[in-house]
């Protein structure tokens, strides 16, 4: 005998899955990670190989021999986290380090708060900040591009974030004179001896495509990547009118990894607010903290720290800014 279980109403059912969302977000990063391969070579593939194959390994361990779990591989979590570990990380990165950011990001980022859904920061993040403390040296030795000699054997450079935060300390407006181009930075072509940064931030125009796949198919919303990205152009552009060593605000949204975490790492939802309210706030504290650290701070980059911070930030976010009940009729005003 068939038995009904019977809930209460409203009764909804949506083509949303957890591997349909994940999925989603891998072939949005597909056109950056081909631009990767296509400038660092074979780097970039050891890297993100490494990374995406070390974190599904880790999820699998920690979920049968420490939380005694079916482990639960299919839903592309913890392949996503490899995924983007890896983009936010330099090319020429040695393996058994790579080992050690994939083991905090799923032992500590993730796993250790439960598992998928239960985490309050960006598994990933952690991982990368991790490593940026623990071994600041290769974490940001930054390999020129096509000067490659072996996967770890590279020619290195200052990142075109590294001469704006220069320019800043020094006071000196002409530093600034040796940046790449704005469109050299969409496409990603950062040459005349420079670094071109981590993996993933190389081409803001994949990073571009990307959103607007996820847009699309209605994988993300628009509120937390437009309102970093605007909250970034605007401060950035208000600090070079008040003084010209601050770059304008076209190179400082197309460089580092801005585009990057607002697309792809900001946007996770068990770490980023329920509401499109709460989004708007999240994604403006992000690209004010970005800007802080960037120009003040003691790193060129800052949005990796900033997404943390405000991730701690969510909770207390979604308390005040609550979405509204199903079938709730807005209290009357005194006097109505």
């Known amino acids: 005998m068939n038995k009904l279980v ?30 990767s391969f296509y400038y660092f070579g074979l780097g970039s593939v050891v890297v993100c190989l490494t990374s995406v194959a070390a974190c599904m390994f880790f999820e699998w361990a920690i979920s049968k021999y ?38 905090i990001a799923i032992g500590v980022g993730k796993m250790s708060f439960g598992g998928l859904g239960a985490n309050i ?21 930054w390999p020129v591009q096509g000067q490659l000699t072996t996967y770890t054997d590279a020619v290195t450079g200052a990142t075109p974030l590294g001469l704006m935060k220069w320019a800043v300390k020094s006071g000196n407006p002409d530093v600034l004179n040796g940046l790449p181009s704005s469109i050299d930075m969409l496409l990603g072509n950062i040459n005349n001896g420079m670094g071109a940064g981590t993996i ?38 208000l600090m070079h009118l008040y003084k010209p060593y601050f770059a304008n605000p076209v190179q400082v949204i197309l460089s580092g990894g801005l585009m990057l975490g607002a697309i792809f790492m900001a946007t996770d939802y068990v770490t980023s ?7 708007l706030i999240y994604g403006v504290c992000i690209g004010l903290l970005t800007i802080v650290i960037r120009n003040f701070g003691s790193y060129p980059e800052g949005m990796s720290f900033a997404i943390l911070i ?17 079938g709730e009729v807005p209290a009357k005003k005194k006097g109505e």
């Not at 019977?6 to 631009?35: K, T």
């Not at 482990?71 to 380090?97: F, K, Q």
């Not at 996820?214 to 950035?236: E, Q």
């Not at 405000?310 to 199903?326: D, E, G, S």
Request: proline share 8%; with cysteine; charged share 10%.
């Open 121 to 141: 920061f960006n598994p990933a993040l952690v991982g990368r900040c991790f490593l940026l403390v623990s071994f600041p040296a290769p974490m940001t030795l």
């Open 66 to 103: 420490v939380l005694k779990r079916q482990p639960s591989l299919t839903d592309g979590s913890a392949m996503l986290t490899g995924l983007l570990l890896g983009m936010n990380l330099p090319s020429n990165l040695p393996v058994w380090i790579i080992l050690v950011g994939a083991l």
């Open 200 to 237: 993933g931030e190389v081409s803001a125009l994949a990073l571009l495509l990307g959103l607007i796949y996820l847009l699309w198919k209605k994988v993300i919303t628009w509120h937390i990547p437009i309102s970093i990205i605007l909250t970034v152009f605007v401060l950035s552009g």
């Open 6 to 35: 019977v809930s209460l109403s409203p009764h909804a059912h949506g083509s949303d899955s957890v591997e349909r969302n994940m999925r989603g977000v891998i072939i949005a990063l597909m056109p950056a990670l081909l631009i």
């Open 310 to 326: 405000v991730n701690a930030f969510t909770p207390l976010i979604n308390h005040y800014v609550k979405p509204k009940r199903f």
């Open 273 to 279: 607010p329920m509401t499109y309210k709460g989004q």
